[in-house]
């Protein structure tokens, strides 16, 4: 099935230090979203991306739909040692009731 | 505010059992889903009901069966239990009809199948 590429798989960073992580696909999407997920629990949303270029923040968190359509990145600042899980970015296409997910990074933060 | 409820939240079987994941939403979303989480798979769509009275296969509807009882429950049949259906399943809803509406999960059954 369709899945999104993304990168890294995993990260292990300093408390404090920047984060960055994208998503790439061969299919256009209209819609990009980001997602956390905690251990033992589900998928939160982050961020919803709607249109090509937007650049949208949630705290320290800032996500952008790429020009292409095509891709998306996730940046976190100066991360926290909660900002520790997977994150997963999705993609949908409008006409659909499917959204693609992306194999998730797991991001790990030492204090 | 419960949002997406499943039950149960762990789950073993023997091989060739059945058993029902029971999924309730109180959010009047139209839509929900069935996902399986496996490591290194991301998300994967099962089956998903577009609205009330309809469901359609996903990516990996083999093995499974999915009741969409009402407009507020969505439930996911395993009628003979394999081992590779050993997964975290997550049930999902949305509302489409506003814009794009993102996803919005429950915390997941963990099921075994030994």
């Known amino acids: 099935g369709q899945q999104l590429n993304q990168s890294p798989q995993s990260m292990f960073i300093q408390e404090g230090e920047d984060v960055s992580m994208n998503c790439t696909s061969s299919?256009?999407?209209?819609?990009w979203l980001w997602y956390k997920q905690d251990p033992g629990e589900g998928p939160v949303l982050l961020i919803a991306?709607?249109?090509?270029?937007e650049l949208t923040s949630n705290g320290r968190l800032t996500a952008q739909f790429g020009i292409t359509r095509k891709d998306s990145f996730l940046n976190i600042s100066a991360s926290i040692p909660s900002d520790v899980g997977i994150y997963f970015c999705?993609?949908?296409?409008?006409?659909?009731?499917?959204?693609?997910f992306g194999t998730g990074t797991r991001l790990k933060v030492l204090a | 505010n419960a949002g997406v409820t499943q039950t149960p939240k762990f789950q073993v079987l023997k091989t060739g059992q059945s058993m029902t994941l029971q999924c309730a939403q109180d959010?009047?979303?139209?839509?929900m889903y069935w996902y399986r989480q496996d490591p290194g798979m991301g998300l994967r769509l099962i089956y998903y009901?577009?609205?009330?009275?309809?469901?359609d296969k996903g990516e990996v509807p083999n093995g499974y069966n999915v009741s969409r009882l009402n407009k507020r429950e969505f439930s996911l049949r395993l009628e003979s239990a394999a081992p590779s259906q050993t997964s975290v399943y997550f049930c999902?809803?949305?509302?489409?009809?506003?814009?794009?509406?993102?996803?919005?999960f429950g915390n997941g059954t963990r099921l075994t199948v030994t």
């Open positions: 009901s577009a609205s009330e009275g309809t469901t």
């Open positions: 299919s256009i999407f209209n819609t």
């Open positions: 991306l709607y249109k090509a270029g």
């Open positions: 999705a993609g949908h296409q409008s006409g659909t009731y499917k959204y693609i």
């Open positions: 999902a809803s949305s509302e489409p009809g506003q814009g794009i509406s993102p996803l919005h």
């Open positions: 959010m009047n979303h139209n839509s």
